[in-house]
């Protein structure tokens, strides 16, 4: 899996975000439209693109949508 | 897991009864426009029911199994028994299944009890009753599910509040000589017990001046200790991970192919894991039909409020192979196998 893929995938959910302008350094939480039900919402991504499960407490771990790549990659392993 | 399966008995039909007064999410004032325009989109619920003050679970349950028991000409003395699935009973004490015996007319040796379980529930109850169905060789027996569950949450609460709606329901099963078998799935995981629950209110926290005190949970979450609290992604990642297994293992038991079930009818939870768990199953749209938009997340009372809005001419017209699979709150999930052949099915009731 690459990091561009998934900042793209991410980014998509983000619908008040111009394309190309987040990246992996991105704190994802202070992205425009940003909300737990956003949180719901890439959990549910990550599972159907990656069949990877992330839990509440992890991702309260995670600031960067790097933070978040790293974590999903490592489980995915 | 638990499979087993049982025979002789034929579901002979299902009904179900909603409140009248109907909320949009769209005005749901917690939350901006926008937002309430992606949380109708993505948790897939417009509309919702909302019991009013003094209308209790068992009164929707109660108009369900009179009309059902109307429809289909049964005399009440042949029913034996009659469970009720709810976690809003009338009381914490009786049990409310008794009530429901006195006031449905039901004679004294029917055997009532009441099961406290939500989601999953409804598959429990029609679980326990073909059990004893089965068991006692003869008779009727109605499952009534519900809940009120808009009671137990805090206005205050955006993560609770747009999810829930209330319903009662009712399903008639009978003994039948060489009815064809229903196959069962039932499982649970109690370790998940804090990912829905109400704090306080039982016997380890009984009500104290402090449980009534709004508390600031985050942002756009205040609630009270009596409140329900809901962990949307715990129950997300849970029912993903264990909903479709649990389907695949029925089917394998009762020799079943996917292709082979016209219609799978989930718990409607929301949205996102409903569909989450359709994909991962490689079910296809028309196999699984919805009531979610409309209706709301009902509890126990989902996949009767599915099948009698959704499925109402193909369930009174035709023979139907079905999977139903209830999942949440325990945390509780299983799932049924059961062929149904021209159930009474009344229209909706409004109350």
């Known amino acids: 899996m690459q990091l561009s893929d998934f900042v793209q995938s991410i980014e998509k959910e983000f619908e008040d975000t111009r394309p190309g302008t987040v990246t992996g350094e991105t704190e994802f939480r202070k992205l425009e439209g940003w909300s737990s039900m956003m949180a719901l919402i890439i959990i549910a991504k990550i599972d159907s693109d990656y069949s990877v499960t992330v839990t509440a407490e992890e991702l309260a771990e995670c600031n960067t949508i790097n933070d978040l790549f790293e974590l999903v990659h490592a489980k995915a392993a | ?351």
């Open chain 2, 1 to 351: 897991m638990s499979l087993f399966s049982t025979q002789n008995i034929r579901i002979a039909g299902i009904s179900a009864c909603v409140p009248r007064k109907e909320v949009s999410n769209y005005d749901f004032e917690l939350i901006s426009q926008k937002e309430r325009e992606l949380l109708v989109k993505s948790v897939g619920i417009e509309k919702r029911r909302v019991a009013e003050k003094g209308v209790c679970t068992s009164d929707l349950c109660q108009k369900s199994a009179e009309k059902l028991l109307n429809e289909l000409g049964w005399r009440k003395d042949e029913v034996s028994i009659l469970i009720f699935v709810t976690q809003t009973p009338d009381y914490i004490t009786p049990a409310t299944s008794n009530i429901l015996q006195d006031k449905l007319g039901l004679p004294g040796s029917c055997i009532a009890l009441d099961i406290n379980l939500g989601c999953s529930g409804y598959v429990y109850g029609i679980a326990v009753a073909s059990s004893l169905l089965a068991t006692l060789g003869k008779g009727k027996a109605l499952v009534l599910a519900g809940d009120i569950s808009t009671a137990t949450i805090s206005e205050k609460d955006k993560s609770a509040t747009p999810i829930f709606s209330d319903a009662g329901s009712a399903t008639a099963l009978e003994f039948e000589s060489h009815a064809p078998e229903m196959y069962f799935n039932l499982q649970g995981n109690g370790s998940g017990y804090k990912a829905i629950i109400i704090p306080d209110g039982g016997y380890r926290n009984p009500v104290s001046s402090k449980s009534l005190e709004y508390e600031q949970v985050s942002e756009g979450i205040i609630r009270r200790k009596t409140d329900l609290v809901l962990n949307g992604i715990d129950v997300f990642n849970f029912s993903v991970n264990e909903v479709p297994k649990n389907v695949e293992e029925l089917l394998k038991f009762s020799g079943r192919e996917r292709q082979g079930i016209d219609y799978f009818i989930f718990h409607q939870a929301n949205l996102l894991i409903n569909e989450s768990i359709r994909k991962k199953l490689k079910l296809e749209p028309k196999q699984v039909p919805y009531s979610l938009r409309n209706f709301g997340n009902t509890s126990s009372a989902t996949i009767p409020v599915t099948i009698v809005t959704q499925l109402k001419n193909e369930i009174t017209g035709k023979p139907l192979k079905m999977v139903a699979c209830g999942f949440g709150v325990g945390l509780s999930w299983g799932s049924v196998y059961a062929e149904t052949n021209r159930l009474a099915c009344p229209d909706l009731i409004e109350w």
